[in-house]
């Protein structure tokens, strides 16, 4: 099973950026399609972003979108998630997650993830 691990998170003053990474325990990242999450304290988790496999095709939750911009680099084993902008109701813990999907759709559904990183920690001070 591949092991999903974030990092890049933090503490920074609403405007502020931040970028995400997104790295396997395995070097075959490659082969999947991938989002990335967030959930805020006393709230349900909720899709940001999503990216397929060879990054021709991205997609984002309206909240973000102009703001946050999902990359990868496939020979990196890595998939980012740079954040500008950002406001204090961005404030939540940012997970990773991979689909073994694949079709024409963008997967926005966390039942369409099958393997989670442990999330890394984002606060937006106003």
């Known amino acids: 099973q591949v092991q999903l691990v974030e990092s890049g998170g933090g503490l920074v003053q609403a405007g502020g950026s931040l970028r995400l990474s997104c790295t396997a325990s395995e070097r075959t990242l490659y082969m999947y399609n991938m989002g990335w999450f967030r959930q805020a304290p006393g709230k349900e988790r909720e899709f940001v972003a999503y990216?397929?496999?060879?990054?021709?095709?991205?997609s984002y939750a309206d909240s973000v979108k102009g703001r946050f911009t999902i990359s990868r680099d496939n020979a990196e084993n890595t998939v980012y998630l740079q954040m500008n902008s950002l406001k204090p109701e961005d404030t939540a813990i940012y997970y990773c997650a991979k689909t073994s999907l694949y079709s024409d759709t963008t997967y926005r559904a966390i039942g369409d993830y099958d393997s989670w990183g442990q999330g890394t920690q984002v606060t937006v001070s106003s």
């Open positions: 990216i397929n496999w060879n990054g021709a095709t991205t």
